[in-house]
């Protein structure tokens, strides 16, 4: 599909779901986009820290794309996710994700390199596809470090003022993020980054998200954002306390969280991939407990 100019937008990372045997339940990923298609989603992230990408070899990322591609049937956007800090490599999975069905690339500033500007700028211009910048130097550990910043809020907006760069997902440092947004250029993306921060987000200017929790609630997420852009700050207050301790339980536990969630919803997620430990039963009603109070799960 074009990419969508409308704005709120808001993706979610997808969960990658296992067989048994620990080899990758395609048929499920089928099942599970249609499901997602029926939502208001926009669109989804291939190839990122929730979708477990470390454990997955290049083949099976780029199968994964493919078999999104398959069922989405142009509904809604995909994202290949670029996670390396060489321009050479990056280039080349940037074209095998394009070629499999990537229609936007969302490129993390590189952790093992301070050329932060050589990459960009190298990469930018001949990627094939927009580019989405993320700033997320520690993804999988939110909650177990402190932000750490990859790039100055300056040369984020250089960045980001580039032809072929569709914008940029926040960090979880609000403090930071606050003073890039007056240098991202207002035409481009500005993105937060978790549902936790959604309110705090859109009022610093965000009218974007891409997070865990998107494949949870993607309607009250777009509904928060939506307050806050129209004026309408109660109700986006209402809704961010009503989604806080969801995405806290589900966030705290990391792939393994939004697994437990979208099974409790009727999605196929199944457990992380070994020897990544699933949620505990106690974890999974925890989880239960704060999506039934938020109105996401019917109570018992």
């Known amino acids: 599909m074009p990419i969508p100019l409308d704005d709120p937008i808001l993706l979610a990372p997808s969960p990658t779901p296992f067989r048994p045997d620990d080899s990758i339940d395609f048929e499920a990923i089928e099942r599970n986009v249609r499901r997602w298609r029926q939502t208001p989603l926009t669109g989804f992230v291939l ?17 994964i794309v493919r078999t999104v591609q398959r069922a989405n049937e142009g509904e ?19 074209e095998a994700l394009v070629e499999a069905g990537a229609e936007l690339l969302r490129v993390r500033i590189p952790r093992l390199t301070e050329n932060v500007q050589g990459y960009f700028e ?43 760069v569709f914008g940029y997902i926040t960090s ?19 993105w937060i980054a978790n549902g936790g921060m959604l309110l ?21 997420c777009l509904k928060i954002l939506s307050a806050v852009m129209q004026g309408d700050l109660a109700t986006a207050q209402r809704e961010q306390n009503r989604l806080l301790e969801t995405d806290w339980q589900i966030l705290s536990r990391g792939s393994a969280g939004v697994k437990a969630a979208l099974n409790l919803l009727g999605f196929e997620a199944g457990r992380p991939r070994t020897p990544a ?13 704060a999506m039934q109070n938020a109105g996401i799960l019917p109570a018992d």
């Not at 430990?277 to 407990?289: D, H, V």
């Open 47 to 63: 190839n990122s820290e929730n979708g477990e990408e470390a454990f997955l070899s290049e083949a099976e990322r780029l199968e």
């Open 76 to 94: 809604k956007l995909i994202v290949g996710g670029v996670d390396c800090p060489s321009v050479t490599e990056s280039l080349r999975l940037a």
């Open 122 to 164: 190298a990469l930018i211009p001949r990627a094939p596809a927009p580019i989405i910048m993320i700033h997320q130097m520690a993804p999988g550990k939110f909650l177990s470090t402190s932000p750490m910043l990859g790039a100055s809020a300056e040369l984020l907006g250089e960045l980001a003022s580039l032809d072929n």
């Open 172 to 190: 979880d440092n609000l403090r930071f993020e606050a003073r890039a947004r007056t240098f991202i250029p207002p035409e481009k993306r500005f």
């Open 200 to 220: 705090a987000g859109a009022a610093i200017g965000a009218n974007g998200g891409c997070m865990m929790l998107g494949n949870v609630a993607p309607g009250p």
């Open 277 to 289: 430990p699933a949620c505990s039963e106690a974890a999974i009603s925890e989880i239960k407990l």
